[in-house]
């Protein structure tokens, strides 16, 4: 059963989630859910398995168009403490996004708006750019970041919870055409 939804201007929806409640399974749903009624999903989704202070976690970026995954953090070896993003990866799945949206998708998901993006950097300069298009631009956001979302983005999205039916309606909102002047009935 899908969720009704009313859009109210902002065609960027932003998915807050707790650090303990990562989005990932619920955003790869809503993306087969959103292809199987026909929409061209584009963007990066992200999976894997957090790591902890003894080892670090197994961290993959999807481009959905393709299905192409690279791996975000660096192979250090064994004996090694903590995760450090691989910046090369990064940039090659900030190409893909950027791909993703000259191909004008109805909905670009974008994995994360996180720390790396928070302190400038990141996929930062893609998510600006991609707000800038006027297309439905789907973002998760931790918590923990809304004050820097804020801070970057502006006030005008939507706050959608990690619930697949209300992000799907959100998103099919965004297909329906916004009403013009011209189709107002004056009597």
Partial sequence: MLLEFT?????IGVVVFD???????VLRHVVHGLKSVGLRVGGLLQDG????????????????????RIQAFEMRGSGTRGCRLDFSSLAQAAGWLRDAMEGTPDILLINRFGRQEAAGRGLRDEIATAIATGLPVLIAVGREFLPEWREFAGPDFVPLDVDPERIEAWCLACMEPAPSASDEIIS
Avoid: K, M, V, Y
Wanted: hydrophobic share 20%; net charge neutral.
């Fill in 7 to 11: 859009l109210t201007g902002s065609r």
């Fill in 49 to 68: 398995q957090p790591g902890d202070a003894s080892r670090c976690g197994t961290l993959f970026l999807e481009d959905i168009g393709t299905g192409r």
């Fill in 19 to 25: 650090r303990e409640g990562r989005p990932d399974a």
